[in-house]
């Protein structure tokens, strides 16, 4: 893992699972302790209408403005439930992405220069877990969740 003086930038991926929250709550104590900028990221999968003179999918900007707005409130109610006074939310980020969980993580942290993604796993194991610590550019901390 990176030491103390390199992590500078953290990646906290969140789907709002057990191991996601238990993940929030670590990478934000790194954060703390490093203070780190951190970006939390949240993945869904593309929201899209079907444009019938155009013949393809779109994406529809009021439903990813939803979710958005439905993530922020969900990262609300965790930072609020979490104890987390000691850190600077100037220096965290919520970021949306539509697309498949594993390489949206990846592309952010790559697009961001990120240097610790601290994500959550479940009991069972994760493929997007897996495939994210097989893939990433950085070091990968891995939570499991008590649950």
């Not at 961001?112 to 495939?131: F, K, N, P, Q, Y």
Request: with cysteine.
């Amino acid at each position: 893992m990176a030491t103390s003086s390199q992590i500078q930038r953290i990646l906290i991926p969140i789907d709002f699972s057990d191991g996601a929250r238990d993940a929030f709550a670590a990478g934000m104590k790194f954060a703390v302790e490093y203070s780190a900028e951190t970006f939390i990221l949240h993945v869904s999968e593309p929201i899209r209408a079907f444009d019938w003179g155009k013949e393809k999918y779109i994406e529809t900007a009021e439903q990813i403005e939803r979710v958005q707005e439905g993530v922020q409130r969900r990262i609300n109610a965790m930072w609020d439930n979490g104890g987390l006074e000691a850190v600077d939310r100037r220096k965290v980020h919520m970021v949306v992405r539509g697309g498949r969980a594993y390489q949206e993580i990846i592309e952010a942290a790559k697009a961001r220069d990120i240097d610790l993604i601290v994500m959550g796993v479940s009991h069972e194991g994760g493929a997007t877990a897996e495939r994210v610590v097989r893939e990433a550019p950085c070091s990968v901390y891995c939570v499991r969740s008590e649950s």
